[in-house]
């Protein structure tokens, strides 16, 4: 298995999870990465060590200051900051993973599209570019949606703080169609192909992923090794492995989201390998991943562990999330021959027709490597 493509050299962390880390490429550069307390996140590439740890101090400076990401008064960034912000009565009903799903999406994506235009020169053609940039980078129509809401509040709040009047609010008789995802696009449901990473990625990742947290390199490992959903991995006690003689195991998959997801998967020695010690130091009722009061842990708390491995094992950002690691698995499977009912039962699909629709062009590489034999 190859090691880290990107060694960590040095690292600071605050205790609200800004961070600054350090780290050489395998190319021998040197890469600053930084996230604020605001989450915006950044980075910046050298070729001299000096230069490099330069720019850390500068940066870990900056966070100190709390100067890192601030955006300068009479910004659409500035306005969205303002109304972005977890205490705002509009995200009152919002559970936590909803919040931070939004709160991603706001600091990631759509600040660093339009956050630092004048609010008096703000116009629906940069909207319009904020959803040209989701649709270029194959968001699904749920991402669209929330960018819509987000950005819907966010001019409303311009209009109540007297930025425009309301017949100039940007997001006024926004045509409909610039906030759909592409027909037949992901919206369908589809994967992504330049977000699938390779195997080496996925090995570096899974890696990380162990020195970081034994709970992230779990989640990445049965993610990868067994396709299963995040919740479905959290919701794990080790009465659902059956380990055999030989080093293999199968897992009983009893919560999901939907009927079909109850399930047996295999998996195979290495990943059995991988996870025993946390298996055998868990008790057998209780679930293998869990916060320090016992609780199942959720999605935004392990992101930012999630987070620091991406960091850690230099996968690449355009790269797909935890979900992307059960695609590389189906995409595996199938690339490798396997019947897609055979894949579609392990995933927990309701039908092959639902695989079929999501790793079409999986199976259409596959069709064609198995009649290739009989071209002449």
Known sequence: MTRDRAKLMASRVTEQGAYVKLTQRADGRFRVRWRDPSRREGESTHQDRRDADASFDEVWGRINQGLVGRLP???FGELGDRVMVHDHPLWANHSPRAWHDLEALWFNKISPVVGHLPTDRFTQGDI????DMLGREGYSQSTFSKARKILRHICNEGVTAGVWPEHRNPMRSLPASVTKAAVGGPSDGRIILDKMPTEDEVNALITAGWEIDERIGFIFQI????????GEITALTPNDFELF???TAIVYVRKSKTRAGTRWVPLGSETVKAIKEMLDGTDPD?????TANGRPMIRSQAQRKITDARGLSGYP??????????HFFAW???SAGAP?????RVLGHASPAVTLSIYADAEAFTAATSVARYVK
């Open 128 to 131: 319009t570019s904020v959803f």
């Open 245 to 247: 003689d030989d080093g």
């Open 340 to 344: 897609i009912v055979d894949v579609s």
């Open 332 to 334: 595996s499977m199938l």
């Open 223 to 230: 993610a990868a090794r067994g396709g299963l959903r995040f």
């Open 286 to 290: 209780d679930l293998i991943i869990r």
């Open 73 to 75: 008064e009479g910004t």
């Open 317 to 326: 950002s355009h790269r797909g999330g935890v979900h992307y690691l059960r």
